[in-house]
T-cell receptor, first 119, second 112 residues
């Protein structure tokens, strides 16, 4: 299995709703990522989990709450979002390896994304 | 600071003609560089990567890229464009273990 799956594909929510995005991979990757992508822009990193521990939080507002229940699953819990949070949310995963020079080189595998609309 | 610059925001080619998408990176002793493609409302798909091995890298769907240290470039090419190549293309480099630095993207349009 060489793919990252995300559910749901589309999500419409009000500003008072609570919802969750889900991401799953079975490639044995130990790093998992959440990105936010606005139209005509590159993805922006939000969170990184490495070995199920939060490694990077790119100063994301607390209305976004990530969770990594196990090495294959990644969730993003959403609460009290704003209309400007509407975007494509991408999940990705990768190995955590280095080449002989000690440099990381692992490509990230992306899921198809969840298109989120906040009303 | 490490950076990636995609020199063209839009490129238009006719079907069957060569494709050149340009990417320059800020100088680094050993960058890991990637090209991704994104079709509308889809995730990013890896086309190819450079990781200090061969300087000419072959990828999927007939794409290839050449790493030129003297020019700090990693341009993406394809000999003959197909209609299905129309998409957004992102050049990226790794900064540390996890962080991608993305270019701003190049939208490729293929004319019939």
């Amino acid at each position: 299995d060489t793919e990252v799956t995300q559910t749901p594909k589309h999500l419409v929510m009000g500003m008072t709703n609570k919802k969750s995005l889900k991401c799953e991979q079975h490639m044995g990757h130990r790093a998992m990522y959440w990105y936010k992508q606005k139209a005509k822009k590159p993805p922006e990193l939000m969170f990184v989990y490495s070995y199920e521990k939060l490694s990077i939080n790119e100063s994301v507002p607390s209305r976004f709450s990530p969770e990594c229940p196990n090495s294959s699953l990644l969730n993003l819990h959403l609460h009290a979002l704003q209309p400007e949070d509407s975007a494509l949310y991408l999940c990705a995963s990768s190995h955590v390896l280095a080449n002989p020079l000690g440099n990381a080189y692992n490509e990230q595998f992306f899921g198809p994304g969840t298109r989120l609309t906040v009303l | 600071a490490q950076s990636v610059t995609q020199l063209d925001s839009h490129v238009s080619v006719s079907e069957g003609t060569p494709v050149l998408l340009r990417c320059n990176y800020s100088s680094s002793y050993s960058p890991s560089l990637f090209w991704y493609v994104q079709h509308p409302n889809k995730g990013l798909q890896l086309l190819l990567k450079y990781t200090s091995a061969a300087t000419l890298v072959k990828g999927i769907n007939g794409f290839e890229a050449e790493f030129k240290k003297s020019e700090t470039s990693f341009h993406l090419t394809k000999p003959s464009a197909h209609m299905s190549d129309a998409a957004e293309y992102f050049c990226a480099r790794l900064s540390g273990t996890y962080k991608y630095i993305f270019g701003t993207g190049t939208r490729l349009k293929v004319l019939a």
